[in-house]
Structures are given as C-alpha cells and as structure tokens.
C-alpha cells in the first residue's frame, strides 16, 4: 500500500508476498470479516465532525477509507457501540506511562471496545527517566494478551508538562531506549510494537534511523509525508479535535494509510 515500513513484508507470508500487502481483488467495500480473536474488522465509513478543522493541502485525510480513534482518561465513558457505527473501526487506547502508571479508565475502554466490535491496541507513554525493562515490565503486568487485539504501541514524545521528568536523552540513547523496550514487547506479544511519534520529536530524534519499524505518525496540518519527508507510515492522526456521536467532547482522529481490502490484510498479519 506504499505506507508500511518494510518491516512489515516479512510478516506477510501465507499469499501476501509483497510490501504493500499486495492489492487484492475488487478494492471496493470489504466485505465482513473476522480478523483472529475478536477483532471486528468490516469497514465502517467514517461519519466524524471536528471542532477546528483544517483545509487540507494536497491528499486530505477524507482519502483514506479506514479511520479510527486513540483514547485516554481524558475521553470519559465512551458509548462504543454508538462510535463504531460512524466509523470507528479501530482504537489505540492508553494503558500505561513510565513504570508505575495504569490510565485509569484503560479497562473499561479495552472491554468496551472489544463489545463493540472495534479492533484495539493499547499503548504506552514513554518516561524517559524510568528504565526501558521496568516500564515494559509495567506495560506486561497491565495489558492482557488476548487474541485478536492489534500492536502494543510506544509513544514517543517530550512532556515539557511534567512535574518530575523533563530530561530529555541524546537522540542515541533515545532510540536505544526505545528498541529495548520494543523487544521485550515483541517477545512477549508476538507482535512487533508501532512507534507512534509527533515532528519535533522524529527529527530531533532522528527516527529515520529506525528504518523498518512500523510508524503512527501526528500530522494535523499536512500530509504526513510532507511533513516528515519520509514514504513510509501506517496511521495517521490528523486531528485532536474529533467529535463523534458516543464520545463526549473532543477526541483524536486516525487515518489508516491504505484501503479497505490492505486494512483487512493488515490485520490479518498484525492482529494477535
């Protein structure tokens, strides 16, 4: 589909061969589908609105036919069934920060979602003075692995905000840091993790030198590849403004970067 990372071509044995997961025939609407587990993965179209929105340059998020959200504390209780009928086909849902931190409502997103059909993820928020292994510990400790469920996710940014870690690491360690954890997740799941990343923190970081790992990349003004100079990504968040029937108040918006029929290959070789 020309957004994931090479990495991914070696996970797409069993009639998949190429990068680009191969395009399937009729590209139309996907029909049902049930990805391994409990993963629900027929192709919603997105009824979303948003507070501030953004009169794209170039290629809109409206090309992509398969969106979905990411949530925290911060969303509330999220009536669930109601969002996957506008068009919430997937969730990356906050679990863990640092080594001692469980998002409080983590839980009831992860069942809720999986109700509703929403094929979901968890992801952690990095804390650059905790060790790689105790916050991977932490994240293990917290997150079931359940079959069906999508990639742990690493979010990588700085939290100028934080009251007791501002410390930001040269670029090596960062990226260093980061691979270790990855690697105690991916041993652990079975599943290599996603990196998910804002611009000043990719470049600053140079996390193009981590070719071959899948990306999440924030964009909300331009085309991630405008934007970061790079061909290879597999979500999008293009908006922290959403607003969708089911959720109260804001929430972020997330584009997958191919078609209906790559997202249910995708899943297929991604889902646990």
Request: net charge neutral; glycine share 4%.
């Given at each position: 589909m020309g957004q994931v990372w090479s990495r991914l071509a070696g996970r797409l044995a069993g009639g998949l061969a190429v990068l680009g997961l191969a395009v399937l025939a009729g590209c139309g609407e996907a029909p049902p589908h049930r990805a391994s587990g409990s993963a629900v993965a027929s192709v919603v179209t997105p009824s979303f609105g948003d507070a501030r929105p953004v009169n794209w340059p170039g290629r809109a998020p409206s090309a992509y036919p398969v969106h979905g959200i990411d949530v925290s504390k911060y969303q509330g209780s999220i009536d669930w069934a109601t969002a996957r009928a506008h068009g919430v086909n997937f969730a990356f849902i906050k679990a863990t920060e640092g080594g001692d931190r469980l998002d409080s409502r983590f839980h009831e997103h992860w069942r809720g979602a999986r109700e509703a059909g929403v094929?979901?993820?968890?992801?952690?928020?990095?804390?650059?003075?905790?060790?790689?292994?105790?916050?991977?510990?932490?994240?293990?400790?917290?997150?079931?692995?359940?079959?069906?469920?999508?990639?742990?996710?690493?979010?990588?940014?700085?939290?100028?905000?934080?009251?007791?870690?501002?410390?930001?690491?040269?670029?090596?360690?960062?990226?260093?840091?980061?691979?270790?954890?990855?690697?105690?997740?991916?041993?652990?799941?079975?599943?290599?993790?996603?990196?998910?990343?804002?611009?000043?923190?990719?470049?600053?970081?140079?996390?193009?030198?981590?070719?071959?790992?899948?990306?999440?990349?924030?964009?909300?003004?331009?085309?991630p590849t405008d934007r970061y100079g790079v061909a290879g990504w597999t979500f999008w968040q293009y908006s922290a403004t959403g607003l969708i029937p089911g959720i109260g108040g804001e929430v972020d918006l997330n584009a997958f970067g191919g078609s209906r029929a790559e997202w249910l290959a995708w899943l297929q070789a991604r889902a646990l």
């Open positions: 094929a979901r993820g968890a992801y952690h928020f990095y804390y650059f003075c905790t060790p790689a292994e105790a916050q991977a510990r932490w994240f293990i400790a917290n997150v079931p692995k359940e079959r069906g469920m999508l990639p742990p996710v690493i979010d990588l940014e700085w939290n100028p905000q934080s009251p007791t870690c501002t410390y930001r690491p040269p670029a090596e360690a960062v990226r260093s840091e980061a691979l270790t954890f990855m690697n105690i997740l991916e041993r652990h799941y079975g599943q290599r993790p996603v990196i998910y990343t804002d611009p000043g923190f990719f470049e600053r970081n140079q996390l193009m030198r981590l070719a071959g790992e899948e990306v999440w990349l924030r964009a909300t003004a331009a085309h």
